[in-house]
């Protein structure tokens, strides 16, 4: 596996040469060309981030067994691309054509965003960008306007849910602009001003939003991890019970009857847990009772850190099929930058998606569709990694939380992007203004709630380079020794 080189570190000739593999074009005599091209991909595709310093041309020059003058000359066509940047005495560092930051500049002065649980582009994306392009050509002889989305990236998605235990075909699918986009078609088809949204509490800050926005009213219904007395500094005690309320849903459907309900059981949004298969066939059964329709969000799905997602529990779908929406995205599983999301549902129900959609838009952009269609052709290998990574990083958060603030308590997650952490004291909005002082983002836990409240709750995303997440942590812990006694504020920060 290739581990992202930290944002203001150094690569060594040797790491550098094994990143740039076989870097040599077949038959090139462009060897300087085709060295600059390799290392602009690595840049282009986020295992160099900038500000990584490079190693010395003689060093990379021994380690590619080059001579220095081919060195040389890739660096000056690296710095004329404005991809590299040098000056006497510091040596060449990754910067990006709208400028330069010298390495001299640390990492940790800047600002780091603990708003957005939104990782960077995984490894290979820029090559799926490329294959993309042998199928461009005949798209480019057609409109452009796919209603559904193109049919090659709706098999694939249809195969993935069959294979998850959701037997699917291709007319079930619809190509959005987000999943978010997709919850909101879904919201503007069923639910008008007025009209009841079931929701757990706490959830989606952007759900919530959207649901506001359309004069909806939410109908909140809580969620664990219901947190006493923890066994020790920075852990739960593991008897606590922590999952969805089904009898409290129950009550919320019979007795103010929601138009819709918005759900995410595939590690929720922001407490990490995940529904086993026994409490989406109980879950299923009483949205199937009721006849409420549902709109599933699996966003987080494929972000399964203790094993295979294939192996893990069916979509809540295959347990009410004809109640529910489920909606996916690329956002959090190969990059947010692609703003592609997906609705399988029934063919009735996609026909009527279909026809709402379009007071939202036209549909979705092509070339995008093309890249994610690449991914989903071999999509294992990129999904272990990315899984790889969000794992290393999650353990580097919850170790930097037991170290800096050990009177915190959390449950580790098995899977998602977030650490649901349980204040000692309500002054999670207070602590998010005192962190924006200290240089980092922080979302109180009130956004994650219906109706306000939550203050003695914080997310923290582990969605940051491992040393970014670490020091966030350690300027955390000081934003909360100095918040005590304090006065309040208020902190609004997008949320992803």
């Given amino acids: 596996m290739t581990t992202q080189i930290p944002p203001g570190g150094r690569v060594s000739g040797t790491r550098l040469a094994g990143l740039l593999g076989n870097w040599r074009q077949n038959g090139s005599r462009r060897g300087a060309a085709d060295l600059a091209a390799a290392v602009e991909l690595q840049v282009l595709d986020g295992q160099l981030p900038t500000g990584t310093r490079l190693p010395a041309e003689r060093e990379l020059a021994d380690a590619l067994d080059v001579s220095r003058t081919l060195v040389v000359t890739a660096l000056d066509r690296l710095r004329e691309d404005g991809l590299v940047a040098s000056r006497r005495g510091a040596g060449s560092w990754v910067t990006s054509p709208s400028g330069t930051r010298e390495p001299g500049l640390p990492v940790t002065e800047e600002a780091i965003d603990l708003a957005r649980a939104s990782p960077n582009a995984v490894p290979g994306l820029t090559a799926a960008v490329d294959r993309s392009r042998r199928h461009l050509g005949e798209e480019l002889a057609r409109h452009g306007y796919c209603d559904l989305g193109l049919r090659d990236l709706r098999e694939r998605i249809a195969e993935r849910y069959t294979a998850r235990g959701l037997p699917t075909t291709r007319k079930q699918v619809m190509i959005t602009n987000g999943a978010h986009q997709a919850f909101v078609v879904a919201l503007r088809m069923l639910a008008g001003p007025g009209d009841r949204v079931l929701v757990e509490q706490p959830s989606y800050p952007n759900a919530l939003e959207a649901i506001r926005a359309s004069h909806a009213i939410t109908v909140p219904v809580g969620i664990g991890p219901f947190i006493g007395d923890a066994e020790g500094p920075g852990e739960v005690a593991t008897a606590i019970p922590a999952g969805w309320d089904f009898a409290g849903i129950e009550a919320a459907l019979r007795q103010a009857g929601p138009r819709l309900a918005y759900l ?233």
């Avoid at 850190?305 to 956002?331: E, Y």
């Avoid at 709402?356 to 995008?368: I, K, N, T, Y």
């Avoid at 970014?468 to 304090?486: C, P």
């Fill in 264 to 496: 995410n059981v595939d590690f929720h949004n922001p407490t990490g847990l995940r529904l086993d298969a026994e409490g989406r066939q109980r879950l299923g059964s009483v949205l199937a009772r009721s006849r409420t329709p549902t709109v599933v969000d699996e966003t987080l799905v494929e972000l399964d850190l203790t094993g295979d997602p294939l192996d893990g529990p069916p979509p809540l779908a295959a347990f009410a099929p004809d109640w529910t929406i489920t909606v996916g995205s690329a956002s959090k599983s190969y990059w947010g930058g692609l703003r592609l999301g997906w609705i399988r549902a029934s063919n009735e129900l996609i026909g009527r998606l279909s026809t709402a959609r379009f007071s939202v838009d036209l549909g979705s952009p092509v070339l995008d569709q093309l890249v994610l269609a690449e991914l989903f052709a071999d999509q294992e290998p990129v999904l272990r990694q990315r899984r790889e990574e969000i794992r290393l990083l999650r353990d580097t958060l919850v170790g930097a939380v037991r170290t800096h603030l050990p009177d915190w308590t959390f449950r580790v997650p098995e899977g998602g992007l977030s650490l649901w952490c349980r204040l000692p004291e309500a002054m999670s909005t207070r602590l998010a203004v005192a962190a924006g002082g200290h240089g980092v983002h922080l979302a109180p836990g009130s956004r994650f709630a219906a109706h306000g409240g939550l203050e003695r709750w914080m997310r923290l995303p582990f969605a940051q380079p491992a040393d970014r997440l670490a020091e966030a942590v350690r300027r955390l812990g000081i934003a909360w020794t100095s918040v005590r006694g304090s006065g309040a504020g208020r902190w609004d920060v997008p949320v992803a």
